[in-house]
C-alpha cells in the first residue's frame, strides 16, 4: 500500500515532500519549475533592486510622484488586458500538440494584434487627457509630462505581458526567463549607471520603463512561431474561444483593477506626497514576497488548463503539500525580516513603513497558500468563479480604503488589502470544497 497517495495518511509531511520529489525527478514539470523560480527570483532581485536604488535617488517625495505616475502604468496596462493574456496561455496550452503548430501560431499572433490595437487606441484616447488625470485623481497639478510617460509605458508593457503570456502557454520557461531578465535587468543597470554619472531623474526612471520592455518585447515577437499562411477560418475561431473565455476574466480583472488603483488615489486624498512614497515603497518591496506565489502561478497555470476533470483532486492535494509548508515558512521568516530588510535595501528614512509592509507582505502570503485552488476553474472551465473571487476582494478593499484610509493613512490601505485577501481566500476555499465532490460524482457516473 502507498500511504504517501493518502490525505489522512500518518506519513510525515516531510517525507511525502521527499517522495513527491523522487517520483518528479527528470521530468519536464520539474525542469520547469526550476527554471520559473531562477528566473524569477533573478527578475524579482533585479525590479526590487531597481526600485531600491529609485527610491534612494528620487527620495520619498519625489518617488510619492513615480507612485503616481506608476499607479497609472500598471492600471493601463491591466485596464488594456481584457483577460486576453490569461485566455491565451489557456487555448495556447490545450493547442500545443505536434499536430496543432499552425493553430498554435495562429491563435498566439491573433491575440498580439488584438493587443496591438488595443494599445494603440489606448495611447490615442488617454494622452490628451493626462493633465486632467493628476488633477482629478491625485488632487495634484502639473502632473501631465510625468503621466503621459506612464500611459505609454502602460501600453508597452500590455504587449510585453502578452508575448510573455505565449511564451508560458507554450511552455518555453527558459525564453521567459530571458524575456523578464532583459527588462528587469536591464532597467537596474541603466538606473544604477544613471545615478553613478549624476544623472538620474524621475522622466529617466519612466523612459526606462518604456524602452527596456519594448526590446524584450520585439525579441519575443522575432522569437514566435509564425503561421504559414493565414487561415481565416481558425483566426475566427480562435478570436471567438479567446473572448468566449476572457470575459469573465475581463470583469474579474477590472475589479482588480479599481482596487489596486485606488490604494494610491485614495491615500494621495488623505496623506501627503511623503506619507505616499513610503506607501508605495512599502507595496514595491512587498512584491519580493509575492515573487513565490507569482512563479507557482505561472508555472501551474498551463499545466492545469491540461488537466481532466478526474485529475484535479489529486492535483490538488499534491499542490498544497508542496506550498503549505512554503507558505507557512515564509510568513514566521518574513514577520521577523521585515524591519531589517526595509532599512537594508530602502534605507533608515523609510523605516515609518516598516509596519504597513509587513501587513502588505503577509496579505501576499495568504494569496501564495491559494495559488493552486485559483488555477482550478481554468480546467472546469468556470472562470466565472475566478471572476466572482475578484469581485468579493475589490467590493472589500475599497469599502475598506474609504474607511480605513482617513483614519489609519497607509496602515489603512495596508490593512484594507489584508482583510480583502483573507475574506475572498476564504470564500475561493468553500468554493472549491463544494464544487470538487460534485466533479467527483460526476465522473464516477461516466466511468
Known sequence: MKLVDYPCSPVPIWTRLLTLCARTRGSKLLSDFSWVLIGSALSRVARFGAFAIAARGLGPADYGVFSMASAVMLSGATLMRFGLDTATVTLVARLDRPETRVQVASAIWLSLRVR??????????????????????????GLGQTLALGVVAAAVLSLWLTVLAAFQGLRKFKTYLWLNLLADLGILLVIAFAIFV????????????????????????????????????????????????????????????????LDVIVLAWYAPDNTVGLYGASRNLAQMVSFFGATIATLLLPYASRLEERQIRSYLRRATMVVAPIGMAGLVVFWFTAAWLMKMTLGSEYLAGAFTFRIIGISAIVDLLLVP???????????????????????????GYFLLVPLYKDVGVALATLFASVVSSSCLVVIVTCAIPKVDKRYSRSV
Not at 519612466?206 to 481558425?234: A, D, F, K, N
Open 116 to 141: 496591438l490595437t488595443i494599445a494603440v487606441v489606448f495611447v490615442v484616447v488617454s494622452l490628451p487627457l493626462t493633465g486632467q488625470m493628476g488633477e482629478i485623481l491625485f488632487h495634484r497639478v
Open 373 to 399: 485552488f485559483s488555477v482550478i476553474w481554468f480546467p472546469l472551465n468556470r472562470p466565472a468563479f475566478l471572476a466572482l473571487q475578484d469581485i468579493i476582494r475589490a467590493f472589500v478593499g475599497i469599502v
Open 198 to 261: 549624476g544623472k538620474f531623474s524621475l522622466n529617466l526612471l519612466l523612459s526606462m520603463w518604456i524602452l527596456l520592455p519594448l526590446v524584450s518585447t520585439l525579441w519575443g515577437c522575432y522569437v514566435l512561431p509564425r503561421p504559414e499562411r493565414l487561415q481565416p477560418h481558425l483566426q475566427s475561431h480562435h478570436l471567438s474561444e479567446l473572448f468566449r473565455f476572457s470575459k469573465w476574466i475581463t470583469l474579474g480583472t477590472y475589479a482588480l483593477l479599481a482596487l489596486r488603483s
